[in-house]
């Protein structure tokens, strides 16, 4: 584990005071889970009919995903535009492609020992919530948490299409801290991206990276594997 202070978003802090940490939020996609083959089965799916596979990163692609995050478009216009933006334009096969894009959103694998780490956090005592974007319902995401049983573990759940906004918005965080009477400086946030991380840290949250994108350098944590939070789950916090 790498302690990573390079900013201090927390002025409230008093200098050397331990913060107790009651509170443990999580994203959900790429931090509990990821979807490894989502990328393979799509470029097969357009490969096979004459298009071009997806580039690795599309600004137009993720401006979009996040309005559908956000609720601004509904799933199925968006899975539509998105088959139009990979060039697909015969509607049969337009909704072929939707069909595919639908069962890949549930194509899920778990990170190794995300289930046994939450159980331990929960015995310890730590309420646990998580910060999401994405257009999945809430009860889909409880059937794949079935599936590893940690459909019942939580206390919060902040979903942004429910709520209309997205990381690294504050609503959403708050969302997830307000209802359990928790303030950001007694919570963890666990983070992939550093944009949500930033997002975090900017209300006074303690943060840690996991899976982090290759531009996700700064966290007050850095963990390589899940297991590896029940390290710092035990660590005093000295504000900054």
Sequence with gaps: MVGATKFKYTPNHREGIAVSITTILFDAGDILYSKPRRKGVIAKFLTDRGYQAPSAKDPAEREMRLKAHAGKIGV??????????????????????VAMLRSQ????????????????????????????????????????????GIDGIWDSYADSCELGVIKPDPEIYLAALDPLGVTPENAF????????IDGAKALGMTTIRFNPDPDCTVSDHLITRFPDLLDIAQMPVLSD
Excluded: C
């Design 76 to 97: 199925q216009d968006f899975m539509e535009w998105l088959m139009g933006h990979y060039g697909v334009s015969d509607p049969a096969i337009v909704q072929e492609g």
């Design 105 to 148: 959103q549930s194509d899920v694998t778990f990170f190794v020992g995300v289930g046994e780490t939450l159980h331990e956090l929960k015995r310890r005592g730590f309420k646990l919530g998580v910060v999401t974007n994405t257009f999945n319902p809430p009860a889909e995401k409880a059937k794949w948490f079935e599936t590893i």
């Design 189 to 196: 946030f666990v983070g992939h991206a550093q944009y949500e």
